[in-house]
């Protein structure tokens, strides 16, 4: 990605001392008109006004890269290494933060729910979103307006969404138990029990997987729409000629081009996968039943803004951060097998 | 009908009739899916406007029997519910962190795409680098920040920090205006334009659509934010609609029809904006999966 970005750049201007030199010329060449012919090189007061403009447009950005993310991220490093309630100074702690957090039950469990949440919540949804893009790719009157409905739940908050999937989760006069025993009913068999959903520590974190792909699927089916409008209708085409079906040219037109949009789809996917916090706040308020639901970024505000210990919870953080890298990573080792470059 | 290469053959091979059954199936099939889609809104307005005992009725029913506006009416008169405070809250938050975010990134963003200045290599690579750091690693400390500044239980952390520009909007503007062509920078600049009025004249009208996109995706981030919220604000009258609305829950958790109310009102503006600005909404996503 960077090196496409690089490229695009223009060609960063060398700042080194012979410009500044040339700066001072120019500036002295003002100061003094000129008594020989020769000229000053015009682009100079052009270069000072660039660099003042410059630094005063980006200012305001700067000030925020070193004060909201640089000086923070250095922060982190330093507190996860102390125990701190944030009101009385901290104390050093070396890495007892870290062992602590090794041989803390909760936090394998937190990882345990999250990378269950990822697990199942990240193919389902980049799959049907898959599907539901090729759905709607299809040349049809009026179906723009489906992909309007399909993108909804996306534009609304997981606070507003959790809130009605709670109460459609209802084990009792919830609307989906209700539907189960219908169709149930219907095609002429006995319901079943009523599952027991966000009450149940078996099918709680089930529950929020449902809600969640429910909720992501037109994000994703949106850029896949867009890779699948790219894919050269001559490829298509030619494939056709060789004789190829329909299923024949999806698995070996379509789904190669759009390769690195599916990439692309995953690992974003996977990195907001492991942030899942909103739905879990609502639906689970504090990883109920029985911290079955409890994630990872639960368990960091839980210590962080709860318990008030500042440490443990920037370590919760950086383990955080250093699983969504490694799975990154890993991502970008195993595109090489699977991604279509051309 | 001119045959399509993308039309599958059987499709052709089949007599006239038959398509239009094959047309019949998928909109079928889309419908379904549409239902699913759009249910549990339909659900949220239609336990909004039921009595608190037809509510809990089994079996449920999708119509209401009486049109019941009161928990509607409530919300707003109630003391115990300040949901018009909330809304208030949420529009002041939101509307100036899309005028912080809009304004700083296309500033800075210009600066990166035109002008030459000492550093800007390294900011953008610090631009590049910061898109990949994960909110979590840095909460805490900027938390810390904050509270040190007093402004804990204030508007203040929810939006001052967009003043500051985030490192995907200054990203995002800066690859659109690098489209624009530099001729039109440099002849302003011989006539004697300062960078400043080139940005304003030219540039920001030329980039409506991009700091249309960015100012959705401000908008949206801002006003679905729950996590932050939760983190400053403690006082009841200071919380936008997200973290009153989980507030609420706690306090009201059993009287469904008023919380679908509150979730109602909660959306309802980001829905209109939706459907006025749709463009914006899909254009942005869609294009940032395809430059990656």
């Keep these: 990605m960077s090196a496409a970005l690089l490229k695009s750049e223009a060609p960063v201007r060398d700042d080194g001392p012979e410009h500044q030199a040339a700066d001072v010329a120019v500036e002295t060449v003002r100061q003094n008109p000129p008594l020989t012919k020769k000229r000053p090189r015009r682009r100079g007061p052009l270069e000072r006004l660039e660099r003042t403009w410059g630094l005063i447009l980006a200012g305001p950005y700067i000030f925020g890269l070193l004060f909201f993310v640089a000086g923070p991220v250095v922060f982190t490093w330093v507190l996860s290494l102390c ?179 599916t990439f692309f789809v995953i690992v974003i996917t996977l990195i907001s996968g492991f942030q899942v916090f909103d739905q879990v706040y609502i639906m689970a308020r504090d990883g109920r039943p029985a911290d079955s639901t409890l994630t990872l970024v639960y368990y960091l505000y839980r210590n962080g803004f709860e318990y008030l210990q500042m440490g443990y919870a920037t370590t919760i953080g950086t383990a955080l951060f250093v699983i969504i890298f490694a799975v990154t990573l890993i991502q970008i080792w195993a595109q090489r097998v699977w991604v279509h470059h051309d | ?79 115990y519910l300040p949901v018009l405070r909330f809304t208030l809250n949420s529009f002041k938050i939101t509307g100036l962190a899309v005028l912080g975010m809009l304004l700083s990134c296309s500033m800075s963003a210009f600066a990166m795409a035109r002008l030459n200045f000492p550093g800007r290599p390294v900011i953008f690579g610090a631009t ?75 540039y920001l009208p030329l980039s409506r659509p991009a700091l249309a996109t960015l100012g959705v995706f401000t908008f949206m981030a801002s006003w679905n934010d729950l996590l932050n919220p939760l983190i400053y604000i403690d006082t009841l009258e200071k919380m936008p609609l997200t973290a009153g609305l989980s507030f609420l829950q706690g306090q009201f958790s059993s009287d469904w029809p008023k919380m679908m109310a509150a979730a109602m009102v909660s959306i309802l503006p980001i829905l209109v904006l939706y459907i006025c600005a749709q463009k914006a909404f899909v254009s942005g996503i869609a294009t940032t999966g395809l430059k990656s």
């Design chain 1, 83 to 261: 125990e701190w309630n944030g009101v009385t100074a901290p104390e050093f702690k070396g890495l007892g933060n870290w062992t602590r957090l090794l041989t803390d039950g909760l936090f394998w469990k937190a990882s345990a729910n999250t990378a269950y949440f990822v697990a199942l919540s990240v193919p389902l949804g980049v799959v049907l979103s898959l599907l539901l893009a090729i759905l709607v790719n299809q040349k049809l009157p009026g179906i723009k307006v489906f992909r309007t409905l399909y993108f909804l739940p996306v534009v609304t908050s997981f606070v507003a969404v959790s809130l009605v999937w709670t109460w459609f989760y209802d084990p009792n006069i919830g609307v989906l138990n209700y539907l189960i025993s219908q169709t149930f009913k219907f095609v002429g068999l006995t319901p079943p029990e009523p599952v027991k959903w966000l009450n149940d520590p078996r099918t709680a974190m089930l529950a929020i997987i449902i809600m969640s792909v429910w909720k992501g699927l037109g994000y994703n089916m949106v850029i896949f729409l867009a890779a699948l409008q790219e894919v050269p209708v001559s490829l298509n085409e030619a494939a056709t000629l060789d004789g190829a079906g329909r299923f024949q040219r999806f698995l070996h037109v379509t789904l190669p081009t759009i390769s690195p949009i």
């Design chain 2, 1 to 79: 009908m001119t045959k399509s290469p993308q039309a599958p053959r059987w499709v052709d091979n089949w007599p006239r009739g038959s398509k239009i059954a094959t047309a019949a199936g998928w909109y079928f099939v889309l419908t379904v899916i549409a239902l699913a889609m759009v249910f549990p809104f339909l659900w949220m307005v239609s336990t909004s406007l039921k009595t608190f005992s037809s509510a809990f009725a089994y079996p449920p029913t999708l119509i209401p029997e009486a049109w019941n506006w009161s928990n509607y009416t409530d919300l707003f008169t109630k003391d």
């Design chain 2, 128 to 202: 590049l680098v910061t898109l990949m750091v994960p909110y979590q690693l840095t909460i805490i400390p900027v938390f810390i920040l904050f509270q040190w500044l007093g402004w804990k239980d204030t508007h203040y952390p929810l939006w001052l920090p967009t003043f500051f520009g985030g490192a995907f909007g200054v990203f995002f503007l800066r690859q659109f205006y690098i489209s624009i062509p530099k001729d039109l920078y440099e002849a302003a600049l011989v006539d004697g334009c300062n960078p400043f009025t080139i940005l304003w004249r030219i």
